[in-house]
């Protein structure tokens, strides 16, 4: 089975830095995903691990760790459009996406 | 980029009454589909995987004869829940990948998502 644990919330200014952290337990092992989901929507893509390291993609980075089976997500110059759940999901070896409970980030002015 | 078509956005039904959700990969073939549900508040269960051309493989605790999955071509995933219940109320999401794509290929694209509402 699959255990995926992040915060449930976090608030922070606008034009601030905030580290997201997931911390993942899984059977398989097959990529690491971040998810932006706004109130109502479907969630839209943010990035992808699958080796140890940093993806950078404009103000959003991602960090995997496989040893130790840690994650985070880095969003840079905070805006209020980023308010949103940021869901962290842990692919298997069948393309199965198992997601955390999500975080959910406010930006206050 | 990969786009999934969800359909309808929202429905409303009465108890015992079935509904029928639609996906649809737009511009890429899907062999393998994958539907969720999500509560209020909560995260996104995956329910099954659907399959072209055969059963879908439904996740432990997901009632396989309330929520039948047809996977009938490479483009069209349909969920329909049958006799609902207020407590089957819920966003339903699809997803897809796109085999051809590059990126595409490691990520999965998510439909709109269905809101049903059962009364």
């Known amino acids: 089975g699959q255990n995926i644990d992040q915060p449930t919330e976090m608030t922070a200014t606008e034009g601030a830095i905030v580290q997201i952290n997931c911390t993942y337990q899984?059977?398989?092992?097959?990529?690491l995903f971040w998810y932006q989901q706004h109130a109502g929507e479907a969630p839209t893509f943010l990035s992808y691990?699958?080796?140890?390291g940093l993806e950078e993609k404009g103000r959003f980075s991602s960090f995997l760790s496989r040893s130790k089976g840690y994650s985070y997500l880095l969003l840079k110059e905070l805006q209020m459009k980023d308010s949103a759940s940021y869901l962290c999901?842990?692919?298997?070896?069948?393309?199965?996406?198992?997601f955390g409970a999500g975080t959910t980030v406010t930006v206050r002015a | 980029g990969a786009v999934v078509s969800q359909h309808p956005s929202w429905v409303i039904c009465k108890s015992g009454t079935s509904v029928k959700i639609e996906c649809r990969s737009l511009d890429f073939q899907a062999t393998t589909m994958f539907w969720y549900r999500q509560f209020p508040k909560q995260s996104l269960m995956l329910m099954a995987t659907s399959n072209e051309g055969s059963k879908a493989t439904y996740e432990q605790g997901v009632e396989k004869d309330k929520f039948l999955i047809n996977h009938a071509s490479l483009t069209l995933s349909t969920l329909t829940v049958t006799s609902a219940h207020p407590e089957d109320s819920s966003f339903y999401i699809c997803?897809?990948?796109?085999?051809?794509?590059?990126?595409?290929?490691?990520?999965?694209?998510f439909g709109a998502g269905s809101r049903l509402t059962v009364l």
């Open positions: 691990n699958v080796l140890d």
């Open positions: 899984t059977s398989g092992f097959n990529g």
């Open positions: 999901a842990v692919r298997d070896g069948d393309y199965k996406l198992s």
């Open positions: 997803s897809a990948r796109d085999l051809a794509g590059g990126d595409g290929a490691n990520v999965l694209t």
